[in-house]
């Protein structure tokens, strides 16, 4: 090659990649031009509460420590919604990337039931680098997209008429889900379990539910209510004193309902979170000035991180964060029914299904509204997995809004040239 063939070559390669730099600048400000800025900003208040509240509700053993971890897991949580954003659309779609996720988080989860470190009673941590992370958690995410794009698959497999490929479609993906859901019991983790099966089934009935479907669901919650309340008063005894497999699930279930009958066993962390909700009365004693930290209630960081709250801001304070959440939750579901793609509609219900009824089982549990179940609240809690995957989650609702928005604007268009 002579010199001028190759100036020209170094030019061209130049040229191209300048254009490709070009567009890539072009398609992220368009990208972020179209973003639910209410959503984010949110968002970012819950996570700014709960680095408050976890330094506060740290500060007799290591606050510092703890804050580093939480600002590490948004961090990465960030970092992966920029991702999720900036990545080619027919990703989102594709069937081959979105089993691949569930099958890798199927075997990490797999792997944890053999070398996993146990917490709160179940074998739900790995350990990595010396940071332990929680793949049950990441199944909340996986799970979801598969459902989506299940429903997504199926309905447009029925509109083609190709019934046996749509029923092998729904099999594989019921199978795939079955398959985590199980692993989940063998930890045991029955909060997760309920997070996950709850969630899922809501955003089947919410696409294309029957009304009686729906009435049976809401009936059945009832029915499993009213009998978990029975049990509990009527077996409570034998609960407690049970040993086996789900002794910390029974256990909770035994003092639910009247956990002033066993003071020192199961019924102890609750006691102690009504007092401090008890302690904090309207307005609270004062950030940073709770005592029920100072090891009257152990792990309060993690799932009882809203009766640390409680104590140092009062009712007044409970009640902002709620609404915080219930605005948060109303936009997403506002969203999800403006979509008018299935796979996009499938997804910002499911995200939200699993955040809403994640942050309801946290808060009716300290309330013991249900049994306790150590999960922890949404953005605010102590647990570096579950914030985490928290952004990711909201990332990936922002792209389905983005998304959304790139379609209304091809059919206006579309609209006008015809």
Known sequence: MNENNFSDHTSQSTLKSTTILMRMKQNLAQTFSRLDWKIISLTSILIIIGLVSVFSATMPNDPVG????????????VIAGLVILSVPSKWLTDYRLIFLSNFVILALMFVTLLIGKIGGGARSWLMIVNRSFQPSEFFKLTS???????????????????????????????????????LIILQPDMGMLMIIAISLFLVKLYIDGSTKWVSRFYGGMIAVYIGLHLVSNLFDEALVSYQGMMEHFFERVAVFTNPFKYPLAGGYQLIEGYKALADGGLLGVGLFNGQAKQGRLPEIHTDFIFANIGEELGLVGCLVIIILYTI????????????????????????????AVQTFTNIAGLASLIPLTGVTLP???VGGTSLLVSIIMIAMVLRMIVEEENSKELRLISNKKG
């Open 66 to 77: 703890t804050l580093r971890t939480q600002i590490f897991a948004i961090t990465l949580g």
């Open 379 to 381: 953005f605010i809690s």
């Open 144 to 182: 979801v997209w598969l459902i989506a794009w299940a429903i997504n698959y199926s309905d447009r497999e029925e509109i083609l008429s190709q019934k046996k490929i749509r029923m092998s479609v729904d099999k594989l993906a019921l199978l795939t889900i079955l398959g985590g859901c199980f």
């Open 328 to 355: 948060l939750f109303l936009i997403l579901y506002q969203r999800a029914a403006r979509s008018r793609d299935v796979f996009r509609r499938s997804m910002i219900v499911g995200i939200a299904n699993m955040l």
